[in-house]
């Protein structure tokens, strides 16, 4: 099912939040910086707006402001206007 920001938001991988964290040591998964548990975010390796799932293996812990920033892009998608941008 495609994502429709109309549809009720389906919250269901917020449980994989603790894990998420534990497992990138408390870093965001793009750029590094610590993170304090409350303000880690959860980010869609594949946004659900292009397909993506909630599974666990499609989430990745990150800080808003990557998370913000990624929008809808895929990691790669993401990672090469953070090269474009450095340049």
Do not use: W
């Not at 965001?28 to 397909?51: F, N, R, S, W």
Request: aromatic letters at 10%; proline letters at 1%; glycine letters at 6%.
């Amino acid at each position: 099912m495609k994502h429709n920001r109309f549809n009720k938001r389906d919250n269901s991988y917020l449980k994989h939040k603790k894990e998420l964290f534990e497992e990138m040591n408390g870093k965001c998964a793009y750029c590094g910086i610590e993170l304090e548990y409350k303000k880690a975010t959860i980010d869609h390796k594949v946004p659900l707006a292009v397909g993506g799932t909630n599974d666990r293996g499609n989430l990745i812990i990150c800080c808003f402001s990557c998370n913000h920033y990624k929008r809808n892009r895929d990691i790669e998608g993401f990672r090469k206007s953070i090269q474009n941008t450095v340049k």
